[in-house]
């Protein structure tokens, strides 16, 4: 499968933990983004990467956000200090970029914060 | 305003139906407009890029209003296999960054 991978699928972690989430995009995709879902919303744009430099991250993402793309491969998202009001759908998606826009979406990694 | 809005439904229609989703859009400077699809648990998907000059795909249609900043999604001859979440993509305007409405729950009826 050449698709958009996402691991892990699931993560339950207690209030306070930090966690990291990875995005293995489609290799020829030179952007990369992350969103957030929660439930009955649509996704959220959290930041994106055009090959290994970030581009844009959203004003709502507060300081215990971070995002990185080393070598302009894979990603990894990490969250500082875990609240509960993080539990939600992490979703990668990438796109060839060169006029071609159409994003590709992994299945997600679903935050629970306890 | 919301810079992308979405009735978020449910609607409801019989087999065979039409039914027609509307977006609205705030940035008038946005230049990128797509439908993706949503099952219930599962990634988003493009559903289809929306041109100016609207485009068709077998049973779906887009259109693009920029004058009154709103696409629309017109599907005939509704299936059950249509049932699921339509969700509206705008670009902020000059950017790659992509603003999803809250999608539009659609359920088809045997």
């Known amino acids: 499968d050449t698709g958009v991978s996402q691991d892990p699928r699931h993560k339950i972690t207690k209030r306070g933990q930090n966690v990291t989430f990875r995005c293995d995009p489609i290799?020829?995709?030179?952007?990369l983004y992350w969103y957030r879902q929660t439930l009955g919303q649509g996704p959220e744009f959290l930041t994106y990467?055009?090959?290994?430099?970030?581009l844009e991250k959203s004003r709502l993402l507060s300081d215990r956000f971070s995002a990185e793309r080393p070598k302009g491969s894979f990603s990894t998202l990490e969250i500082q200090r875990t609240e509960q009001g993080d539990s939600a759908m992490y979703l990668c998606?990438?796109?060839w970029g060169q006029g071609e826009e159409t994003q590709y979406f992994g299945p997600g990694t679903r935050l629970l914060v306890l | 305003r919301k810079e992308v809005e979405q009735d978020p439904g449910p609607f409801n229609v019989p087999e065979g139906a039409t039914v027609a989703f509307n977006c609205t859009y705030s940035?008038?400077?946005?230049?990128?407009f797509f439908w993706y699809r949503q099952d219930c648990r599962k990634e988003p998907k493009l559903l289809m890029s929306?041109?100016?000059s609207g485009n068709e795909d077998g049973r779906f249609t887009a259109q693009l209003n920029r004058a009154s900043q709103y696409i629309s999604l017109l599907i005939r001859d509704s299936k059950l296999s249509d049932s699921a979440t339509y969700l509206c993509?705008?670009?902020?305007?000059?950017?790659?960054?992509?603003?999803f409405g809250t999608g539009t729950r659609l359920k088809v009826l045997a």
């Open positions: 998606a990438s796109s």
């Open positions: 940035n008038s400077a946005s230049q990128s």
């Open positions: 929306v041109y100016s």
């Open positions: 993509v705008v670009n902020e305007g000059g950017t790659y960054k992509y603003i």
């Open positions: 290799s020829e995709h030179n952007r």
């Open positions: 990467f055009q090959n290994e430099a970030q």
